[in-house]
């Protein structure tokens, strides 16, 4: 049976800063010896291919699966047209759980999988909707006392990764 690697997302409004916050935090879980993939969701069209190049013409002209390679990455592009969008288990499946110990998700609000919610006082919509049943940790820039999940300051990325490395450490088989 192959190994599970344990899935925590990040949620938060647009405009929080979960790219900037996953930016730092992605090195600092690296060198205390994590290795990290991420599943990046988007609501935009994109592609990750460059139009003129052989492995975009290629894809265009029909493939429905494309993996460029080279000496230092490979890339598995997945052509999905009017389906429906897979889902995050779908998703982490297509990683070699052989290589890594924590996938992070940037996304996924509805997801049922552990997060850690990001807040900023400056994004002025309700907190409370971002706290659902499945998130761990509460990262925010003021204290509220009304949170019962561990309240994190989301500036602190060291204490964010610390967090993490005792999350992962307490629950080695997180779904």
């Avoid at 988007?42 to 002209?61: F, I, N, Q």
């Avoid at 699966?65 to 995050?88: H, I, K, N, Y």
């Avoid at 998703?91 to 940037?106: C, K, N, P, T, Y």
Wanted: aromatic share 6%; hydrophobic share 40%; net charge negative.
């Amino acid at each position: 049976m192959p190994h599970k690697v344990p899935l925590l997302a990040v949620t938060a409004y647009s405009g929080t800063g979960k790219t900037t916050m996953l930016k730092k935090l992605i090195p600092l879980l690296r060198d205390a010896g994590l290795r990290i993939g991420l599943v990046k969701h988007t609501h935009h069209d994109m592609d990750v291919d460059t139009p003129g190049k052989d492995s975009y013409e290629l894809r265009k002209a029909g493939a429905y699966q494309t993996l460029v390679v080279s000496q230092e990455r490979f890339a598995l592009m997945t052509e999905t047209p009017g389906g429906a969008e897979p889902d995050l288990a779908q998703l982490a499946a297509r990683f070699d759980s052989r290589e890594l110990d924590l996938i992070l998700v940037e996304g996924f609000k509805g997801e049922a999988v552990p997060k850690i919610a990001l807040y900023r006082d400056v994004v002025d919509r309700p907190y409370q909707t971002l706290l659902d049943e499945f998130v761990i940790a509460f990262a925010c820039d003021i204290h509220r006392d009304d949170v019962s999940v561990p309240q994190l300051d989301i500036n602190n990325i060291a204490a964010i990764r610390d967090f993490i490395v005792h999350w992962l450490t307490e629950n080695p088989l997180n779904p």
